[in-house]
């Protein structure tokens, strides 16, 4: 499964109370913080609106369905009073994998022979935080094979990390 974030900008500075008294599904408590949570379902996509008119949004669906919920998002502020709001510069900002590896892996002997890409240390954490420089990201491998890869943009540049680093856990396995 994959966590896509994305963000993009309205063009126009919107009253936060204005737009989630507009919305059915908005969220909006000045105490907690200065932005409005809005949630759809179909696809079930979560999306922060900030007073400055940038849009954050989160979600378990491909690209292309949370750019259409972009898309959505963009539309629903412009229904509740700003037309001027566009959808522009949208970036996908990072990728979040889960992977499973199927076999569980030896942290410590991974750790020990990995040390400048490597950081375990059990008593403050179980997992093994795992760096490569090519593609430059980050894992979080667990004691049970679980696999989470952070810090790419691309589908591809996932696989790609996939691909180079299965056979360094794929020796460590017990």
Same mark, same amino acid.
């Given at each position: 499964? =994959?966590?896509?974030?994305?963000?993009?900008?309205? +063009?126009?500075?919107?009253?936060?109370?204005?737009?989630? =008294? +507009?919305?059915?599904?908005?969220? =909006?408590?000045?105490?907690?913080?200065?932005?409005?949570?809005?949630?759809? =379902?179909?696809? $079930?996509?979560?999306?922060?609106?900030?007073?400055? +008119?940038?849009?954050?949004?989160? /979600?378990?669906? /491909?690209?292309? &369905?949370?750019?259409?919920?972009?898309?959505?998002?963009? $539309?629903?502020?412009?229904?509740?009073?700003?037309?001027?709001?566009?959808?522009?510069? @949208?970036?996908?900002?990072?990728?979040?994998?889960?992977?499973?590896?199927?076999?569980?892996? $030896?942290?410590?002997?991974?750790?020990?022979?990995?040390?400048?890409?490597?950081?375990?240390?059990?008593?403050?954490?179980?997992?093994?935080?795992?760096?490569?420089?090519?593609?430059?990201?980050? @894992?979080?491998?667990?004691? /049970? /094979?679980?696999?989470?890869?952070?810090?790419?943009?691309?589908? &591809?540049?996932?696989?790609?990390?996939?691909?180079?680093? @299965?056979?360094?856990?794929?020796?460590?396995?017990?």
């Amino acid at each position: 499964p =994959f966590i896509i974030t994305a963000r993009f900008s309205l +063009g126009c500075e919107v009253d936060l109370k204005k737009v989630a =008294f +507009g919305i059915r599904n908005a969220e =909006f408590n000045p105490r907690k913080h200065g932005s409005i949570t809005i949630r759809l =379902f179909n696809p $079930r996509v979560a999306a922060l609106v900030r007073e400055r +008119g940038i849009v954050t949004l989160s /979600g378990s669906t /491909g690209e292309q &369905e949370l750019k259409a919920s972009a898309k959505k998002i963009a $539309r629903l502020v412009q229904k509740c009073g700003y037309e001027q709001a566009v959808f522009a510069e @949208y970036k996908t900002t990072s990728i979040l994998c889960k992977v499973d590896l199927r076999f569980p892996v $030896r942290l410590e002997a991974l750790a020990a022979r990995w040390r400048k890409n490597a950081v375990y240390e059990p008593e403050f954490c179980c997992n093994c935080v795992f760096r490569t420089r090519k593609p430059k990201c980050t @894992y979080l491998v667990t004691a /049970g /094979g679980k696999l989470m890869i952070s810090g790419l943009r691309r589908m &591809e540049d996932i696989h790609e990390a996939l691909k180079r680093v @299965y056979p360094v856990f794929f020796d460590f396995q017990t």
